[in-house]
């Protein structure tokens, strides 16, 4: 589910008059996603998507966001480009959010991932640091690990005491290791390409990226930690054994854009702990704070611990794909 605001046609035919789109011809709300409101949309002038903007996004950060898929979008990224309206504003409101129209991007996200993708995604990856390279402005990561402290207390009134003493234990070592400010190369990240923000078009044998989607969890923070977030998201398998040639493709990919420094290369054991770790305490955060009843889908914390601790006891990148 992730319609939470409703649009009534005539809310939309008088939002849709500040545009330059021509007539609109078709409308509906898109199922899939779970942060925002999303809806296709097909006028004369093509097929876009249509936001709003719910609760979890902060308003005052949704300039930099779609400033950021513009910077990306203009250096040729297959990311959505937010759509000006005639007075050059992408951002606007309908039905009391905060709203924009993006451009559609064609394909569809693996629902099961084979090692042909990882190539192309490591691309994909590779290109987006590098394209982001000319946009001046910071977003601090609010999901960073100087959040993962707190978010662990959050969930400790409500979480098992034994997997909170693991906690504990593995975010101290992941703290006392993390790298120091200015040690590794920083840009902006996507810091959430999951399979669910990266279509495709499955020419065959070797899929190609049509489009990566998603941008309101991207921060400024170290280039690495978005391969590590890949790592954690691409390379394991459904019976969650590690797959060490998605792994090695993912790496592949990505060097063939923007080539690891041996530091960054040396740190990814630990910056995929983080990783597990970030997506562990969300999850698990999600899943205590979910009411019983609400229209969406938990995502398991547990396949993360699984994840932090293959990491944890990783000997080495090169036992990583690195
Ligand atoms: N630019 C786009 N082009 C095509 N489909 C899109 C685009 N943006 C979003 N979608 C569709 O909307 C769904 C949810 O988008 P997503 O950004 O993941 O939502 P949320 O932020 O709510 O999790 C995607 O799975 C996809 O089907
Ligand atoms: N990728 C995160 C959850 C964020 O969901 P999204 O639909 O906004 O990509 C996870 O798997 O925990």
């Known amino acids: 589910m992730a319609v939470y605001t409703e649009v009534s046609d005539e809310a939309l035919r008088l939002f849709l008059e500040d545009y330059a789109l021509g007539p609109?011809?078709?409308?509906?709300?898109?199922?899939?996603?779970?942060?925002?409101?999303?809806?296709?949309?097909?006028?004369?002038?093509?097929?876009?998507?249509?936001?709003?903007?719910?609760?979890?996004?902060?308003p005052g950060e949704l300039p930099w966001f779609l400033g950021l898929m513009r910077h990306l979008a203009a250096r040729g990224l297959p990311c959505p480009e937010p759509v000006p309206a005639r007075d050059g504003e992408a951002l606007r409101e309908l039905a009391g959010r905060p709203a924009a129209i993006c451009t559609f991007l064609p394909g569809?996200?693996?629902?099961?991932?084979?090692?042909?993708?990882?190539?192309?995604?490591?691309?994909?990856?590779?290109a987006l640091h590098l394209a982001g390279g000319g946009f001046a402005a910071t977003r601090r990561n609010g999901l960073g690990p100087d959040a993962w402290g707190t978010l662990l207390e959050r969930c400790r009134p409500d979480a098992d005491p034994a997997l909170m003493r693991e906690l504990d234990g593995a975010l101290a070592a992941i703290l006392g290791a993390w790298p120091a400010e200015g040690s590794l190369p920083r840009g902006h990240i996507h810091a959430d390409l999951f399979p669910d923000n990266v279509f495709f078009l499955d020419a065959g044998r070797r899929p190609t990226v049509s489009?990566?989607?998603?941008?309101?969890?991207?921060?400024t923070d170290l280039l690495?930690?978005?391969?590590?977030?890949?790592?954690?998201?691409?390379?394991f398998e459904e019976a969650r054994?590690?797959?060490?040639?998605?792994a090695r493709s993912l790496l592949r990919g990505y060097e063939s854009r923007r080539p690891l420094s041996r530091d960054e290369r040396a740190a990814l054991p630990l910056l995929c702990q983080g990783a597990a770790m970030r997506f562990l305490l969300t999850r698990l955060f999600d899943w205590v704070n979910t009411p019983a009843g609400a229209m969406v889908t938990r995502k398991d914390p547990m396949e993360y611990l699984h994840k932090l601790r293959f990491f944890r006891d990783a000997p080495s990148a090169e036992a990583i794909g690195g």
Not at 211 to 219: E, K, M
């Open 108 to 126: 569809v996200w693996p629902r099961r991932v084979r090692p042909s993708h990882c190539e192309p995604l490591g691309e994909a990856l590779g």
């Open 241 to 246: 054994e590690f797959n060490v040639t998605k």
């Open 24 to 58: 609109l011809l078709a409308f509906r709300g898109i199922a899939e996603g779970v942060e925002n409101s999303n809806y296709a949309l097909k006028t004369e002038a093509g097929d876009f998507i249509l936001t709003l903007y719910e609760k979890r996004v902060d």
């Open 224 to 235: 690495a930690y978005d391969v590590a977030v890949c790592l954690n998201a691409w390379c």
């Open 211 to 219: 489009g990566l989607i998603d941008f309101y969890f991207a921060c």
